[in-house]
């Protein structure tokens, strides 16, 4: 991870593409990523951009942020100057929530996780709405961001081993850090599941599986309570 981020420089222009671990080419740029994902970019008919990269040049609309992502009632925090500045976590939708978690590690890491400041409650109305995106630009924007920081953490661990090992880097060191926890049924039950989110209740004991189709039960109670009966949680 360190001689990755060390290492990373750009081939072309100033944005880091690719880097050297142990003498093999790691590439980043946003077509080996998104090859190495299987993440194909999908766009629209006359379209040059999937949809997530036109929504991102558009005026913030607020309220269909906060209508999508928030409990009734709730929305943005407005900051010193009166502009709208976070989301705090428990005004968020049980699957806002869900979506949340999963762009710490594995979208756009941070260690910041009580709220969601404006950027990333754009990030995650994208995900929840199911907007199209360009995985790989996204990943490799934060990459570079992250090389190009004084920032002690070390963004996407899992992917950039996964990465060297492809190009056939060998390491023989240890690896002390400890994963985050699986986002299943009792993670989300646990961390995510907000009771004042009425479009999500919640049936069945801690041993019950949820369906494919349905957004996980998240309660941590053994004994009956409450089935989902809305939205899924896309895979």
Same mark, same amino acid.
């Given at each position: 991870?360190?001689?990755?981020?060390?290492? *990373?420089?750009?081939?072309?222009?100033?944005?880091?593409?690719?880097?050297?671990?142990?003498?093999h !080419?790691?590439?980043? +740029?946003?077509?080996? @990523?998104?090859?190495?994902?299987?993440?194909?970019?999908? %766009?629209?008919?006359?379209?040059? *951009?999937?949809?997530?990269?036109r929504? &991102?040049?558009? #005026?913030? +609309?607020?309220?269909?942020?906060?209508?999508?992502? &928030?409990?009734? $009632?709730? $929305?943005?925090?407005?900051?010193?100057?009166?502009?709208? /500045?976070?989301?705090?976590?428990? +005004?968020l =939708?049980?699957?806002?929530?869900?979506?949340?978690?999963?762009?710490?590690?594995? %979208?756009?890491p941070?260690?910041?996780?009580?709220? !969601?400041?404006? +950027?990333?409650?754009? *990030?995650?109305? $994208? !995900?929840?709405?199911?907007?199209?995106m360009?995985?790989?630009? !996204?990943?490799?924007?934060?990459?570079?961001?992250?090389?190009?920081?004084?920032?002690?953490?070390?963004?996407?661990?899992? @992917?950039?081993?996964?990465? &060297?090992?492809?190009? $056939?880097?060998?390491?023989?060191?240890?690896?002390?850090?400890?994963?985050?926890?699986?986002?299943? *049924?009792?993670?989300?039950?646990?961390? &995510?599941?907000?009771?004042?989110? %009425?479009?999500?209740?919640?049936? /069945?004991?801690?041993?019950?599986?949820?369906?494919?189709?349905? @957004? #996980?039960?998240?309660?941590?109670?053994? =004994?009956?309570?409450? =089935?989902?009966?809305?939205?899924?949680?896309?895979?």
């Open positions: 991870m360190k001689e990755f981020y060390a290492n *990373l420089y750009s081939s072309e222009g100033p944005s880091p593409k690719q880097a050297r671990v142990k003498g !080419l790691v590439k980043i +740029d946003v077509d080996s @990523l998104n090859t190495f994902l299987e993440t194909p970019v999908v %766009l629209a008919e006359g379209e040059t *951009l999937p949809i997530y990269s929504y &991102c040049r558009l #005026p913030t +609309d607020y309220r269909e942020i906060e209508a999508a992502l &928030c409990i009734p $009632g709730q $929305g943005f925090i407005l900051n010193v100057e009166g502009h709208p /500045g976070r989301i705090l976590r428990k +005004d =939708t049980t699957l806002a929530q869900v979506w949340s978690v999963l762009s710490y590690s594995n %979208l756009a941070t260690s910041h996780t009580s709220d !969601l400041i404006v +950027d990333r409650a754009r *990030l995650i109305f $994208g !995900l929840v709405s199911r907007m199209d360009n995985i790989g630009a !996204l990943i490799s924007g934060q990459m570079t961001s992250i090389a190009q920081s004084n920032t002690s953490r070390l963004g996407f661990p899992a @992917l950039i081993i996964a990465l &060297c090992r492809a190009r $056939g880097v060998v390491s023989n060191s240890l690896t002390f850090e400890r994963l985050s926890p699986v986002i299943n *049924l009792a993670y989300i039950r646990k961390n &995510c599941w907000n009771p004042e989110d %009425l479009t999500v209740s919640i049936r /069945g004991d801690m041993r019950t599986r949820a369906r494919p189709a349905e @957004l #996980p039960s998240t309660s941590t109670a053994p =004994t009956p309570a409450p =089935t989902s009966t809305t939205p899924s949680i896309p895979p």
